[in-house]
């Protein structure tokens, strides 16, 4: 279990679903490079090969198309994990089940780390680049997926020290990436949700106290244990907030008296961010392609910055409307901009 032939391929497994497995039954089956585990023989019949073999040519075009890319990712999400153990699995020597069952659990745990960096990165590319990127990085996922099967098979040592290299680099970035894959597949998600309601012509909320029924069951009960008595809750919006770890689930609160961020941590409390509304000098609402964002700027020059799914976009602007209305800014305006913002610098719009 010390070679890198196992955790080389469960590596690539976790880039390319099919093609190393395809690889590597092509090699033990004509090659006699390798052999594979007696329990995983079927590996090597004729049937898998060629069902191997057409869909690693399915996942290398589908990984051409920007949007189809992502939508395969999603797909597979739960797949190469577990192409990834199989690899692992097969290229064992010994017949221990205990040995088997571990390796087969590392190579799914590796296959899932690789598989997160590759589906952050094809995000980021398609909304960073609306795609145009995305042929550049396939063409880079084959080559890499190819060449990190065939160190496995020839030069298994060094692509242990590959495997290793990449552990540690994920441990460090890891956090901030898982944490940026799940704003990406849920902004997506809620994106393809609200469109297929405009498709239906489901009404939108018309009152901003509708964003109640938005959270969460008992999210309500948790968030009004933040207010003082005698506070009243107009509307919370849910949404993320960036942080250098990468997005964090935040709400804002609008009460009778003032503003609350509340941002969740990991087996902490909750961070309470309290603003009064006379110390708000600039609140907008942008709309984005998938999502949106309302951005507050106190007096004080400090600006916080909550991202919406594209369902919460409303709520975004309601809530702007309210926080201008009770911070006694008046509608939102270039001129009306310049004179809050009075002592400070301008706002780029």
């Not at 589906?119 to 880079?140: E, I, P």
Request: aromatic share 8%; hydrophobic share 50%; charged share 15%.
């Amino acid at each position: 279990m010390t070679s890198g032939l196992p955790w080389g391929l469960a590596l690539s497994s976790g880039v390319n679903t099919y093609l190393p497995l395809f690889l590597l039954s092509l090699f033990a089956r004509f090659g006699h490079v390798v052999r594979v585990s007696p329990r995983f023989e079927w590996l090597v019949s004729d049937q898998a090969i060629f069902l191997l073999g057409l869909l690693a040519l399915c996942e290398i075009l589908a990984e051409k198309f920007p949007v189809l890319d992502n939508l395969w990712d999603v797909v597979h999400t739960l797949l190469r994990p577990l192409a990834g153990a199989v690899a692992a699995g097969a290229t064992l020597t010994t017949n221990n089940v205990f040995e088997i069952i571990l390796a087969m659990v590392m190579g799914g745990t590796l296959a899932a780390a690789a598989h997160s960096t590759k589906s952050s990165l094809r995000l980021m590319s398609t909304s960073k680049s609306f795609g145009a990127a995305n042929l550049a990085l396939s063409l880079g996922e084959d080559a890499a997926v190819l060449t990190g099967t065939l160190l496995s098979l020839y030069a298994p040592w060094v692509m242990l020290g590959v495997v290793l290299l990449f552990v540690i680099v994920f441990l460090l970035i890891g956090p901030r990436m898982i944490r940026t894959l799940s704003f990406d597949l849920r902004i997506v998600g809620a994106w393809l949700g609200w469109l297929v309601k405009r498709v239906f012509r489901v009404p939108a909320a018309s009152q901003f106290q509708e964003s109640l029924l938005e959270l969460p069951l008992g999210g309500l009960e948790k968030l009004g244990v933040q207010l003082e008595p005698g506070e009243g809750l107009l509307g919370a919006l849910a949404g993320w907030k960036r942080s250098n770890r990468g997005p964090r689930r935040a709400w804002v609160l609008l009460t009778s008296q003032r503003l609350l961020w509340v941002e969740r941590r990991l087996l902490r409390r909750p961070r309470i961010q309290p603003m009064v509304y006379s110390e708000v000098a600039v609140v907008r609402s942008r709309s984005l392609v998938l999502f949106s964002k309302l951005e507050i700027l106190n007096r004080r020059n400090e600006s916080m910055t909550l991202s919406l799914s594209r369902p919460h976009t409303r709520f975004g602007e309601m809530a702007a409307d309210k926080i201008r209305e009770l911070a006694g800014l008046g509608p939102e305006s270039p001129r009306h901009t310049l004179q809050a913002v009075s002592g400070l610098a301008p706002v780029p719009r």
